[in-house]
C-alpha cells in the first residue's frame, strides 16, 4: 500500500505542476479509497508503527486533495483538506492514537511544550523537498532542532479529558448517555433477533461505520510540531484570506512556532498584517523576511511604507546575506562567496534600501540620485527604469518621465507596473491615441491588474465620460483595494465634478495606504474646497512635520494659509512660499501663490520681478512658460504698462495658440486701450 501511494503522490505532484487539478484529484480520492480498504482489512492485527505510517499517507492525500482544491477555486473545501492533514500529522508527532489532536491553548510561543522535556526523534517516514530557503533554515539551526520535537502527551490528555468530562455533567449529557446505554443493554438482552442480529455482525469483517476523514476533530486550535505542520497552516491561512477571512488567516499563521516560520510565512504574515492596518506588526514580519531571503524587493518596498527604521532593514539584509553565504558554501562547497562583499551580491538591495527611504522622507532627488548610479552600472535594467521614471513624475518633470517610461516599453511592451503613472503624463498632455495604444497593450497582457483600468479610466475621461471612468476606478479597486494611485485618481476626479466631499473620502484613503506628497496635496485641496480649513490646515502641518525642509510641503503649507482672510495667516503664507521658492525655484504652485499674495497687496513691481525670475528657471519647460507669459501680462495691465502686457500676451499665444486666458487677457486690454483712445479724442 505504501509503495502505491507513493507513486500516486509522485504523480500527482506531476498533474499539480502542469495545473490537472481535477485528473490530480481523481487520482488522490483512488488512492484514499485504496489505503481505507486496507486499513479496514487489517485493523484488528495492524501494529502502532504500520497505523502512522498510514495515517501519514492519509495525511500527503488530503493535502494533495488540499492543493487541488485551492487550485479549483474552492477555499472552503481546502482549508477543511488542509486542517485534516495537519491534524493527522499533529497526532502522529505527540503519539495520540485517538480521534481528537492534543489541545495547546498557549499561542504561537508554544510555552507549554517549551517546559515539558523534549524527546528528539527523526522522523524517517516523511520526505520533505528542501529548498534553498529550507536549506539556510537547516545551516542557521542545530542538528536538534532539525528534528521534529515529539512531547510526551500523558500529562494532556489526562487534562483534555478531564475539562470534556465536567463539560458534559456540566451539560448533563454523560448521565443522559449512561441512563441510555443501560437502556441499550438491557433491550439487546431481552430481545432474541437483537442477538441473531449480533452474531451475524461478530461473523462480518470489520468496516468502518463513518468516513475516517469525519472522525476526526478539526476544531482544536494547536501548534504545528513540524515544518510540514507548518506548511499546511500557511496553505490554510491563504486560503482564508482568498474568502477575505483575514481575522482567521492572521490567526493560522500566528500559532506556527518561530522554529517552524520560513520565509514564504513571514511574508504572508506581512501582506495579512498590512490588510487589517496593523502596520507595526507588519514591519516585523518583513524584516524576519528580510533576515531569511535579503533578496525580496517586495518586503524591502513595504518595509519603506510601514515606518519601519533604515537602520533596522540595512541590519536585517546583512544577517539575510551571512545566512545565505553560509547556505552557498553548504549548497556549493566548491564555490568561494565572501559574505558582504558588494561584488558579491546578485542585487545592489542596500542601494535600493537607500533609494526607496530617500523617497519616503520625501527626497525625491536623492532617490533618483541613487537610482541613475545603479543604472549606470546596471544598464537597461526595466526595474530600475520604471523607479527613475517614477521618481521623475514625483519631481514634476513629466516630459522626461514621458521618455523614460517609453524606454521600458521598447526593452519591454508587455511591463504593467507604474504604466498608470504614464497614463497619467498621456492623460495631461491630452495625447489619445498613445492612450489608447497603451490601453490596448494592457488589456492584451492583463485585465487583473489594477493598472489596465486606471488607464482606461484616463482614456473614458478624455473623451469625456467622466461617470464611465468612475466606474472603471471602482474596477480597478475591486481588484486591489489597496492601490494608492487608483484612490488618488478617483479623488481628482471628484474634485473636478465638484464633489469635494467624495474626494476627501477617497484622497484619506490612499493618504493612508501610502502617505506621499501627492496624496497630502489632493486632501487639502479637498478639504478646501469643502470649506474645511482648520483641517486643511492641520493636515498641512503634518507634511511640514514630516519633512520640513521639502519645497512642496511648505508649498502645500503656504497655499493653505493664503486662503484665509487672516492679515497674520497671509503673512506666514508668504514666508513659507518665499522659502519653498529658495529651495525650489521651479516650483510653479509656489510661484503663483506667492504672486497672487502680492497681487492682492498691490505689489506689482515684486510680481514681476518674481515672474520674471519664474522664467528664468523654466525656460526649457514650454509647457508652463505660456501660463507665466499670460500671468505677467496681467500684472503689466494692473500696472497700466499695456506695450509690455501685449508684448507677454502674444509670446503666449505664440507658445500655446490654445491658451484661453491669453486669448481673453489680450481681449479685455484691447478693449481698454480702444476705450483708452475714444476718451483722448
Known sequence: TANRVNKAQFECQTLLRAKQYKSCEVLALFSLSK????????????????????EILRASLEEILGDCAEGQGRYQRAIECFRQAA???????????????????????????????????????????????????????????????????????????????KKKQADGIMED????????????????????????VRKQPNKPTEDHAKA???????????????????????????????????????????????????????????LVGRRTNAARAYVEALRKMPYCIEALEALATTGCKEVDVMEAIEQGIRARSGAYQY?????????GSQSDLLVPVKELVKAHFSA??????????????????????????????????????????????????????????????????????????????????LLKTSDRRPETWVCLAFLSDLYGSKEKSLMYLDKALSIDSRHSFAHRIKGIFHISENRPEYAVMSFFRANEISKDLESYEGLVEAYLASEKYKEAVVTAKNVISAAPNNARALALLGITLSRSSSREAQKRAKRALTKALALDSTDLRSLLALVNLHLKDEECDSCVELLSRGMESLRTNDQDLPLLHTKLGNVYTMKEDYENALKHYHSAISLNPHDSDAHQGLEELEKLMRSLNGDTS
Open 87 to 165: 491534524v493527522r500529522r499533529h497526532m502522529r508527532a505527540t503519539g495520540s492514537n485517538g480521534s481528537t489532536p492534543t489541545r495547546c491553548n498557549e499561542g504561537p510561543s508554544n510555552k507549554a511544550l517549551k517546559k515539558q522535556p523534549k524527546v528528539h526523534v527523526a522522523d524517517g517516514s516523511e520526505d520533505v523537498e528542501m529548498t534553498l530557503v529550507d536549506v539556510t533554515d537547516s545551516f542557521e539551526d542545530s542538528q536538534d532542532q532539525r528534528r521534529e520535537n515529539v512531547q510526551p502527551v500523558n500529562e494532556y490528555r489526562h487534562r483534555y479529558n478531564t475539562r470534556q468530562r
Open 360 to 441: 519616503r522622507r520625501y527626497d525625491q532627488a536623492t532617490a533618483l540620485e541613487y537610482f541613475k548610479s545603479l543604472q549606470s552600472e546596471f544598464p537597461n535594467n526595466p526595474h530600475l527604469l520604471l523607479n527613475i521614471a517614477n521618481t521623475q513624475c514625483k519631481l514634476g518633470d513629466f516630459s522626461t518621465a514621458e521618455a523614460t517610461f517609453q524606454s521600458v516599453r521598447r526593452l519591454d511592451i508587455h511591463t504593467i507596473d507604474y504604466m498608470d503613472r504614464y497614463a497619467f503624463i498621456l492623460h495631461k498632455r491630452m495625447d489619445k491615441n498613445k492612450l489608447n495604444s497603451l490601453s490596448n497593450d
Open 331 to 339: 549548497v556549493f562547497p566548491e564555490s568561494e562567496t565572501n559574505a
Open 216 to 274: 476526526i476533530d478539526t476544531s482544536i486550535d494547536f501548534a504545528p510540531l513540524s515544518i510540514a505542520e507548518a506548511n499546511l497552516s500557511v496553505k490554510e491561512s491563504r486560503c482564508h484570506a482568498k474568502l477575505g477571512n483575514f481575522l482567521e488567516a492572521t490567526s493560522s499563521l500566528e500559532k506556527i512556532g518561530n522554529e517552524f516560520k520560513l520565509f514564504e510565512t513571514y511574508m504572508e504574515m506581512g501582506k495579512l498584517y498590512t
Open 35 to 54: 489505503i481505507e480498504a486496507q486499513a479496514s482489512k487489517q485493523q484488528q492485527a495492524s501494529s502502532q508503527e504500520w497505523s502512522e505510517n498510514i
Open 177 to 200: 448517555n449512561q441512563n441510555t446505554n443501560s437502556m441499550d443493554q438491557q433491550h439487546q438482552k431481552s430481545d432474541p433477533k437483537m442477538k441473531k442480529h449480533q452474531k451475524k
